[in-house]
């Protein structure tokens, strides 16, 4: 199975920040790669597909980079509803993996 | 609208079966492969299960497989998710979602395994 490896697991940001989730694969996985956001007791959010794609309704302010085994998501100026835990997926084969989660906590 | 409406969840003891649904609506249910995707309290998402739109292609993670049966009923625009000899660490909110990536999510059903 493929491991996807998110780092850091948490951290405190401020609003207006610039911040910045990696997620790395054990394998590479071309640009098969979703990001989601989940706040507490709701269901995630899909926010990027194709490692860089925004999905429709998502702010700008989202962005996705790269391909193979290393990927970025940014958020180019945190706001007060970004504050949650982001996941990355890999949906290039089958186990279709998570990352374990980054948090990100108002400072 | 698209909306996926899971039920079925509950309190089972250890070895007991409970099954899931996922009521599909506001999209061409025969047309979407389908997913189980579960959270255990405090924890990260664990994809669980897939079934292609035709039922063709099932696809199980390893720390179900052999227990749970994904089914779907595309008459009936439904996702169906049997849960055989059930653990403790099963307990879990499950979620089913639409295709890859996952798009559209249900609001989750609670699956407690505990005696």
């Known amino acids: 199975a493929i491991r996807m490896t998110q780092s850091p697991s948490s951290f405190s940001a401020s609003t207006g920040d610039r911040v910045t989730i990696t997620c790395r694969a054990s394998?590479?996985?071309?640009?098969?790669l979703a990001w989601y956001q989940q706040k507490p007791g709701k269901a995630p959010k899909l926010l990027i597909y194709?490692?860089?794609t925004l999905q429709s309704g998502v702010p700008s302010r989202f962005s996705g980079s790269g391909s193979g085994t290393d990927f970025t998501l940014t958020i180019s100026c945190l706001q007060s509803e970004d504050f949650a835990t982001y996941y990355c997926?890999?949906?290039?084969?089958?186990?279709?993996?998570f990352g374990q989660g980054t948090k990100v906590e108002i400072k | 609208e698209v909306q996926l409406v899971e039920s079925g969840g509950g309190l089972v003891k250890p070895g007991g079966s409970l099954r899931l649904s996922c009521a599909a609506s506001?999209?061409?249910?025969?047309?979407?492969?389908m997913n189980w995707v579960r959270q255990a309290p405090g924890k990260g998402l664990e994809w669980v299960s897939s079934?292609?739109?035709?039922?063709?292609?099932?696809y199980y993670a390893d720390s179900v497989k052999g227990r749970f049966t994904i089914s779907r009923d595309n008459a009936k625009n439904s996702l169906y998710l049997q849960m055989n000899s059930l653990r403790a660490e099963d307990t879990a909110v499950y979620y089913c979602?639409?295709?890859?990536?996952?798009?559209?999510w249900g609001q989750g059903t609670l699956v407690t395994v505990s005696s």
């Open positions: 194709a490692a860089s």
């Open positions: 079934i292609s739109s035709s039922s063709s292609y099932i």
């Open positions: 394998q590479g996985i071309s640009s098969y």
């Open positions: 506001g999209f061409t249910f025969s047309s979407y492969s």
């Open positions: 997926q890999q949906y290039y084969s089958y186990l279709w993996t």
């Open positions: 979602a639409r295709d890859f990536p996952h798009n559209y």
